[in-house]
């Protein structure tokens, strides 16, 4: 769909969910302003409209091309996945978890006296983000270095496991892998559970006035996460088993 400066922040955010990062990179309130046209909210800034849309849609691009990568895996360096998972969705991650995080404890101190599934969502967002930051740090310290290294090319042109894994490695990779698996099932758990006490994000002003700002930021959230999973669960992970010879 085509973006406009007339669009709220907010429509914007809920739309096209990548354009989340942009605006907080130049300072762009969608949280607390989501309802401001994004002209007027820059009129403040000094920034571009044109430049801004620039950037949404060059963001948009990236998450077309990765949508390319399921067709043209066998085409590709298997380092590049894991470096454009690293760089965009643990990126994105990174930054929302405090973001979200301080704007769910701003709204239960406002809202949480007369709304007892706020509090179940922010248990339930705690689970999410303990869970996934432990497996971001899984993937960057141990995944990511071994695909990279698994995914060598060799003089002959072909990936393969360089030097072989033994039998035992081969176990304890098939185990971390497993896990990792498990891991990314209670996160999509958990996200499911948000959904469940937010009511589906569905929020009207007599129940809580800062829900709606809170429950996109939840609902960009949920979107990058399931493609986060989804790409590693049917791209990243067999990867590294056909180059190990799982």
């Known amino acids: 769909m ?147 290294e698994l995914g060598k090319e060799s003089p002959q042109g072909a990936y393969g496991p360089i030097p072989p894994l033994s039998a035992e490695e081969r176990r304890a990779l098939e185990d971390r892998l497993s896990l990792l698996e498990n891991e990314h099932a209670a996160a999509l758990d958990a996200l499911r559970a948000i959904r469940t006490h937010a009511s589906d994000f569905l929020a009207t002003e007599d129940t809580c006035i800062d829900c709606p700002a809170l429950f996109e930021a939840l609902i960009a959230l949920e979107a990058d996460i399931q493609r986060h999973i989804q790409l590693e669960d049917e791209v990243l992970l067999p990867t590294i088993r056909r180059l190990a010879g799982l």
């Open 2 to 148: 085509e973006i406009t400066g007339s669009m709220s922040i907010g429509d914007i955010a809920t739309l096209v969910p990548v354009s989340i990062p942009v605006f907080e990179r130049y300072g762009v309130d969608f949280y607390h302003n989501g309802d401001r046209p994004l002209a007027e909210a820059l009129t403040e800034t000094g920034l571009s409209v044109g430049d801004i849309l620039a950037e949404i849609e060059r963001a948009v691009q990236a998450r077309e091309e990765e949508e390319s990568l399921h067709a043209d895996w066998s085409q590709t360096a298997p380092g590049t996945l894991a470096d454009h998972i690293r760089e965009n969705h643990h990126g994105f991650l990174a930054s929302q978890f405090p973001q979200v995080a301080a704007e769910l404890t701003r709204v239960l101190l406002a809202w949480g006296d007369n709304n007892d599934e706020l509090f179940e969502v922010a248990r339930s967002f705690d689970v999410l983000r303990r869970g996934l930051e432990t497996h971001l740090a899984v993937e960057e310290h141990y995944v990511f270095p071994l695909l990279k």
